[in-house]
């Protein structure tokens, strides 16, 4: 079915050609939504956004002209639209919220500073630590690798590999201690 026989089939009240029309696009019209959203609003808000839009030509199915471009790219111009809209309302009800806890939470120097010192005391460590020890722990607590990856990467059995972790763990909370 086109885009064309959908929308005259929506517009005749047709729920079918409106399914159709959301199974067709949701993704589409998901990937516009959160790319807006992204790292602002929960997963609830980007899922309203894309309802809302197919409500909306549900409801208004005359709005959509043809000849003035895609299905596609109206509704994905109307994601985008409602996106920015809820973008903007999210800001506005967190704006008091974030002046009052920025300074207090999120720019904390004295937490960053201690952070920073920690940091550069657990790398010095780490540094001493021999091979092939130093490379298990940096494969596992900086790239976040499984045992049974970092067991294929350096060709040792996984239990070894664990057994690596568990003992350089311990070591490492002895070096800290020692360089307090």
């Given at each position: 079915?086109?885009?064309?026989?959908?929308?005259?089939?929506i517009?005749?009240?047709?729920?079918?050609?409106?399914?159709?029309?959301?199974?067709?696009?949701?993704?589409?019209?998901?990937?516009?939504?959160?790319a807006?959203?992204?790292?602002?609003?929960?997963?609830?808000?980007?899922?309203e956004?894309?309802?809302?839009?197919?409500?909306?030509?549900?409801?208004?199915?005359?709005?959509?002209?043809?000849?003035?471009g895609?299905?596609?790219?109206?509704?994905?111009?109307?994601?985008?639209?409602?996106?920015i809209?809820?973008?903007?309302?999210?800001l506005?009800?967190?704006?008091?919220?974030?002046?009052?806890?920025i300074?207090?939470?999120?720019?904390?120097?004295c937490?960053?500073?201690?952070?920073?010192?920690?940091?550069?005391?657990?790398?010095?460590?780490?540094?001493?630590?021999?091979?092939p020890?130093?490379?298990?722990?940096?494969?596992?607590?900086?790239?976040?690798?499984?045992?049974?990856?970092?067991?294929?990467?350096?060709?040792i059995?996984?239990?070894?590999?664990?057994?690596?972790?568990?003992q350089?763990?311990?070591?490492?909370?002895r070096?800290?201690?020692?360089?307090q």
């Amino acid at each position: 079915m086109s885009d064309v026989q959908m929308i005259k089939a929506i517009r005749n009240g047709d729920e079918t050609a409106m399914g159709a029309v959301m199974e067709r696009y949701s993704g589409l019209l998901w990937s516009v939504a959160s790319a807006v959203l992204n790292g602002v609003a929960p997963v609830q808000e980007v899922e309203e956004c894309v309802a809302d839009v197919f409500v909306y030509l549900w409801q208004n199915p005359d709005k959509y002209d043809e000849r003035k471009g895609k299905l596609k790219s109206w509704l994905a111009l109307m994601a985008r639209s409602r996106a920015i809209d809820r973008y903007r309302a999210i800001l506005q009800r967190n704006e008091a919220e974030i002046e009052e806890n920025i300074i207090a939470e999120k720019w904390d120097v004295c937490e960053d500073i201690c952070e920073q010192e920690l940091r550069g005391r657990l790398w010095a460590c780490i540094r001493r630590m021999e091979e092939p020890d130093r490379e298990a722990m940096v494969r596992r607590y900086y790239y976040d690798q499984k045992p049974k990856e970092i067991a294929a990467a350096m060709g040792i059995p996984k239990k070894q590999v664990e057994n690596r972790l568990y003992q350089g763990k311990r070591r490492l909370r002895r070096m800290l201690l020692e360089t307090q």
